[in-house]
């Protein structure tokens, strides 16, 4: 390596040396040069080395080597140089104008760095001098903005610690608010709690007492409904079981005066507090022409030209009610063909007859009841057409009707009166109707509907106990006349066999009530041989014509109007016969029972109004059947053109 800078220079004598001490100086000087010398020899040794190597190395770059040697020299004569200058150092003059110059030229660079600093310190005052006025404008605007932002901060954050009080407060009061409320809430906790398990408690005691009072007012409500029913039984059997009411139908408004049969004024019958006796003014032909006659018919009510289908079946529901208690009813209306018996049992939309309405008081009664008992509806419906029985309800088989033998016709269970009346609807459109000389529509075969109610108790000391009522509904084929009507060949069968069948139904009803052997010897006293027993309910509706025309056999239907009547009231004096002869106690089971037997005894008639055995009625027995109902008098027509018409 070459000789370095760093160590040739550090090797120069101190130049701060005191002058008085120049004798050990000098001494060490020369220790110093001594030593330099010897590394002197040592370094040209290496650069000798050295050399050897660099010429060795450069034959590839010459002019690297010669610059090398350059330095080198140039090295080597500055090395020279202090050496010289370290010989003369033996000088003492030499040391001290050494010295001397070294204080020197430091003096000269002290001075350079006073005067350089100093120019610099009256740059820097020209300097402030020139900006001086602007700096301070702007430093004391730069103060001012400051000190307005400081203030402006400082009030804002006297607002906020405000602000921040004011929050503070507020939570404290909601904190507070809402301990007092939480305070509150357990308490009004603890009140309801204690007010509901009061109430609860009261609850209970009202509950038992609600109970106890519905057990009273049940058994109260129970004894009432029985005696309401022995009331109404009593009442009915006053009336009798069988029970027989004239309609007379209006005629149309056009019809001349002198074709009208005269009924004379309505007049209270020996049966009625309503229209119930008939005085019938007739003429026959005597010797010496026209004679006039007045034969007078008593009944328990008669139904005016005025009269509604709504007031017949008012008078006509305690006996639908009866079947509904239990009771086997039969109500038919009779008389010759176009009276009006059609009208009567099966109405039409505007003006529904007995067995539609009938119908929906059963429906409403076991709605109403529903409660206290459960119903059991069924329907069935055959025709009795020259003594066969066809079950209505079976679809006709290859155009013909079904015939059953008696007492085997379908029962159908009906859940509402929509479904009946539908049933019905259907039922009569397989009728057997013609038109004849006297009704266009007229039926050829008795209609039968039949309507089986059980009714089974749900409460109290009856449950279970199961009572089945049969309503027997009919709508008898016209009587009439076969020399009058003009009738032939297959109408003129019908005829007869239909006045037979009236014939056998009279002698039924007043064997029932003189209580000899009954005839069931046609099919439609055996059809209705349940209805037409003893103990069993009878209405016989007797339908007058009004047409002079018809005069003969309108007195022939009275006459066996009169008939039934009659047998009702052998019945009842058979009944009060019985009554009498039983031990006093039995027959005090209330005190209508003994005014039944005065009633009957006396031959007084009972009184068959509506406010009388109004006990037994309910809203319902009133209603008018829905509507959409259909004609059923329109059905016979559909009948008598449609394809099952006339097929057997
Ligand atoms: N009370 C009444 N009010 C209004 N019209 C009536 C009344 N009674 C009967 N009619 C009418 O008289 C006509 C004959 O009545 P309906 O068909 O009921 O007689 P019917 O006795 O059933 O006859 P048939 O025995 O021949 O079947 C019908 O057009 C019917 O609408």
Redesign the pocket.
């Known amino acids: 390596m070459y000789l370095s800078q760093e160590s040739s220079t550090s090797q120069e004598p101190e130049t701060t040396v005191a002058a008085g001490s120049g004798d050990r100086i000098v001494d060490n000087a020369i220790l110093h040069l001594d030593q330099k010398l010897d590394q002197l020899d040592a370094t040209v040794r290496d650069f000798s080395k050295d050399l050897n190597e660099v010429v060795i190395g450069a034959d590839g770059d010459v002019g690297k080597f010669l610059s090398a040697i350059a330095d080198t020299m140039e090295n080597m004569d500055q090395r020279l140089r202090g050496i010289e200058k370290a010989q003369n150092f033996n000088n003492v003059e030499y040391q001290k104008e050494y010295i001397k110059e070294q204080l020197e030229a430091k003096i000269a660079d002290l001075e350079r760095q006073v005067e350089s600093q100093g120019a610099q310190v009256a740059d820097c005052k020209k300097i402030r001098e020139s900006a001086g006025p602007d700096v301070a404008a702007g430093r004391e605007e730069e103060f001012r903005q400051l000190k307005e932002r400081l203030e402006k901060e400082k009030a804002r954050a006297d607002k906020a610690e405000e602000r921040k009080a004011i929050y503070e407060a507020r939570i404290e009061k909601v904190v507070e608010d809402r301990d007092m409320l939480a305070q509150h809430y357990e308490a009004a906790l603890r009140e309801i709690e204690d007010s509901n398990a009061n109430w609860r408690d009261q609850f209970q005691e009202s509950q038992e007492a609600r109970d106890g009072i519905e057990a009273v007012l049940r058994e109260t409500i129970e004894r009432e409904q029985e005696r309401r029913r022995r009331l109404f039984d009593e009442v009915q059997d006053m009336k009798g079981s069988i029970r027989v009411m004239a309609r007379v139908?209006?005629a149309p408004s056009d019809t001349p005066e002198d074709e009208l049969m005269d009924f004379g004024q309505p007049e209270r019958g020996e049966f009625s507090e309503h229209w119930g006796k008939l005085n019938l003014m007739t003429t026959r032909k005597g010797l010496t022409g026209d004679v006039a006659n007045v034969k007078t018919f008593d009944f328990e009510r008669i139904f005016g030209q005025n009269d509604t289908n709504e007031v017949v079946f008012d008078e006509a529901s305690d006996l639908a009610q009866s079947a509904v208690e239990g009771k086997k009813v039969c109500i038919f209306a009779y008389?010759q063909?176009?009276?009006?018996?059609?009208?009567t049992m099966l109405g039409d939309d505007e003006s529904p007859g007995i067995i539609p309405r009938a119908i929906n008081m059963i429906f409403r009664t076991a709605e109403d009841d529903a409660m206290s008992y459960r119903y059991k509806i069924e329907l069935s419906v055959t025709e009795i057409y020259q003594d066969t029985v066809y079950d209505l309800l079976q679809q006709p088989r290859g155009g013909k009707k079904v015939t059953v033998r008696l007492q085997q016709a379908t029962w159908e269970t009906t859940a509402s009166q929509t479904t009946a009346l539908d049933m019905l609807r259907q039922a009569s459109q397989h009728r057997t109707v013609a038109a004849?000389s006297?009704?266009e529509?007229?039926?050829r075969s008795h209609l039968v509907l039949t309507i089986r109610i059980t009714r089974e108790a749900l409460i109290d000391r009856r449950v279970g106990q199961t009572t089945t009522g049969t309503l027997n509904l009919v709508d008898l084929?016209?009587s009439e006349r076969a020399a009058a009507t003009g009738a032939t060949g297959k109408q003129m069968r019908e005829g007869v066999a239909i006045n037979s069948d009236l014939m056998n139904l009279n002698l039924v009803i007043t064997a029932l009530g003189s209580g000899t052997r009954v005839p069931y010897d046609s099919a439609l006293t055996k059809a209705l041989k349940e209805s037409l027993t003893q103990g069993s309910r009878t209405l016989m509706l007797v339908?007058v014509s009004p047409f002079k025309k018809d005069q003969s056999q309108t007195v022939q239907t009275l006459e066996k109007g009169a008939e039934a009547t009659r047998a009702k009231l052998a019945s009842v004096a058979r009944a009060n016969r019985k009554t009498s002869a039983l031990p006093k106690a039995a027959t005090q089971t209330s005190g209508a029972s003994s005014s039944s037997s005065a009633v009957a005894a006396a031959g007084t008639p009972t009184k068959p109004s509506s406010s009388q055995s109004g006990s037994s009625r309910t809203p319902a027995h009133r209603a008018t059947p829905s509507s959409t109902q259909s004609s059923f008098?329109n059905r016979k027509r559909m009948s008598t053109t449609g394809k099952t018409g006339n097929s057997v």
Do not use: E, W
């Open positions: 139908r209006p008389g063909t176009g009276s009006g018996k059609s009208h004849t006297a009704n529509q007229s039926s084929a016209g339908m008098a």
